[in-house]
T-cell receptor
Framework: DVKVTQSSRYLVKRTGEKVFLECVQD?????MFWYRQDPGLGLRLIYF???????EKGDIPEGYSVSREKKERFSLILESASTNQTSMYLC??????????FGPGTRLLVL | DQQVKQNSPSLSVQEGRISILNCDYT??????FLWYKKYPAEGPTFLIS?????DKNEDGRFTVFLNKSAKHLSLHIVPSQPGDSAVYFC??????????????FGKGTKLSVIP
């Protein structure tokens, strides 16, 4: 069974804080992804990584950065959190098939 | 430009009846399609997929139909159950190059199954 875990289910931060969201998968998947989900907008890709230390911008990378130092871990960083980054953040991973497997999500509130 | 469209934001169906969720796409390079189900405050879970070489794929109560000429796919749930109440996302990917890593998602359809 594929398992993708995210460090927090709920997070409350202040505007301007640096925020780290962690994602870990235990299935030796090469590719990992960060999305945000907002009502009426679906899932939008922020960044993805196809291998360790490799990263690619998705559709909405502004205000975010990522880090992939180990194969199993993919971190999303909000350098200076803003209220418009309040959202549900979803991490996913995949190996050979097109199917991506998602973590439970982190609901972030920026005040 | 929205490449994957789910034009119905919501759908209500009686328990035991058929639910039909629709999805249209514009990118002719898409060759693999997936449906995900999402409950509130949880991550999406994979439901069923279909390759463009097929026009139908079935898994228990769930069947996905693909009409390539119309660039349209649909998910049928028969019979619908209250536990099927969730948001359903259609997703697509293109087969070659870096695009094969990515999924493009629709905005989702909220299905409510009424007991």
């Amino acid at each position: 069974d594929v398992k993708v875990t995210q460090s927090s289910r709920y997070l409350v931060k202040r505007t301007g804080e640096k925020v780290f969201l962690e994602c870990v998968q235990d299935m030796d998947h090469e590719n990992m992804f960060w999305y945000r989900q907002d009502p009426g907008l679906g899932l939008r890709l922020i960044y993805f990584s196809y291998d360790v230390k490799m990263k690619e911008k998705g559709d909405i990378p502004e205000g975010y950065s990522v880090s992939r130092e180990k194969k199993e871990r993919f971190s999303l960083i909000l350098e200076s959190a803003s209220t418009n980054q309040t959202s549900m953040y979803l991490c996913a991973s995949r190996r050979d098939s097109r199917t991506q497997y998602f973590g439970p999500g982190t609901r972030l509130l920026v005040l | 430009d929205q490449q994957v469209k789910q034009n119905s934001p919501s759908l209500s169906v009686q328990e035991g009846r058929i639910s039909i969720l629709n999805c249209d796409y514009t990118n002719s390079m898409f060759d693999y399609f997936l449906w995900y189900k999402k409950y509130p405050a949880e991550g999406p879970t994979f439901l069923i997929s279909i390759s463009s070489i097929k026009d139908k794929n079935e898994d228990g109560r769930f069947t996905v139909f693909l009409n390539k000429s119309a660039k349209h796919l649909s998910l049928h749930i028969v019979p619908s159950q209250p536990g099927d109440s969730a948001v359903y996302f259609c997703a697509a990917s293109a087969g070659s190059g870096a695009g094969s890593y990515q999924l493009t998602f629709g905005k989702g359809t909220k299905l409510s199954v009424i007991p």
